[in-house]
T-cell receptor, first 113, second 111 residues
Framework: NAGVTQTPKFQVLKTGQSMTLQCAQDMNHNSMYWYRQDPGMGLRLIYY???????DKGEVPNGYNVSRLNKREFSLRLESAAPSQTSVYFCASSEAILRDEQFFGPGTRLTVL | LAKTTQPISMDSYEGQEVNITCSHN???????ITWYQQFPSQGPRFIIQ???TKVTNEVASLFIPADRKSSTLSLPRVSLSDTAVYYC????????????FGRGTQLTVWP
């Protein structure tokens, strides 16, 4: 099992460009999450999906959209990238909301110039 | 919002026991307490989760007093490979949007 995979690993964008971060899990988990981590900071929840077909805002959702494509995949889209979105993005999944262990992907390092 | 307070950093030597305390004064009745470990350039990794009293697994122990306003992660006999950032989280399923990771505690283990 690959666990949680994320693509791409690195990305450089110019201000105003758009892109989609992809996340997939092969553990048959119901819940998936997107976090961002800025230098020296903890993780902040952007969006989450408690189950297939549902998505909800987390702590810092502005400037992002998400799609729970199916049970395996949860994508994060930046419609118009801004330098403030330069960060490392982590995707995670768990069998159920919060009470179960969250498994994290390796992260995507995004730089917006 | 059940935010948490942890020491920013701690130092220890190999072979010692390390205790990291987390304060969560506003913890709600249904909140669980979870600890994660993060190495540089990696995603966090689950260590342990508890609701009250004591929980132990092969990696660590979690002590939670009766009032649940704090918790202590105990790492027995640390090694250099335990150098990492440790996060304390408090939250529950129905309010995941309020989950707060915080800045964590940077533990450095010296030889």
């Amino acid at each position: 099992n690959a666990g949680v995979t994320q693509t791409p690993k690195f990305q450089v964008l110019k201000t105003g460009q758009s892109m989609t971060l992809q996340c997939a899990q092969d553990m048959n988990h119901n819940s998936m999450y997107w976090y961002r981590q800025d230098p020296g900071m903890g993780l902040r929840l952007i969006y989450y999906s408690a189950s297939e077909g549902t998505t909800d805002k987390g702590e810092v959702p502005n400037g992002y959209n998400v799609s729970r494509l199916n049970k395996r995949e949860f994508s994060l889209r930046l419609e118009s990238a801004a330098p403030s979105q330069t960060s490392v993005y982590f995707c995670a999944s768990s069998e159920a909301i919060l009470r179960d262990e969250q498994f994290f992907g390796p992260g995507t390092r995004l730089t917006v110039l | 919002l059940a935010k948490t307070t942890q020491p920013i950093s701690m130092d220890s030597y190999e072979g010692q026991e390390v205790n990291i305390t987390c304060s969560h004064n506003n913890i709600a009745t249904n909140d669980y307490i979870t600890w994660y470990q993060q190495f540089p350039s990696q995603g966090p990794r689950f260590i342990i989760q508890g609701y009250k009293t004591k929980v132990t697994n092969e990696v660590a122990s979690l002590f939670i007093p009766a009032d649940r306003k704090s918790s202590t992660l105990s790492l027995p006999r640390v090694s250099l490979s335990d150098t990492a950032v440790y996060y304390c989280l408090v939250g529950r399923g129905s309010t995941l949007g309020r989950l707060y990771f915080g800045r964590g505690t940077q533990l450095t283990v010296w030889p």
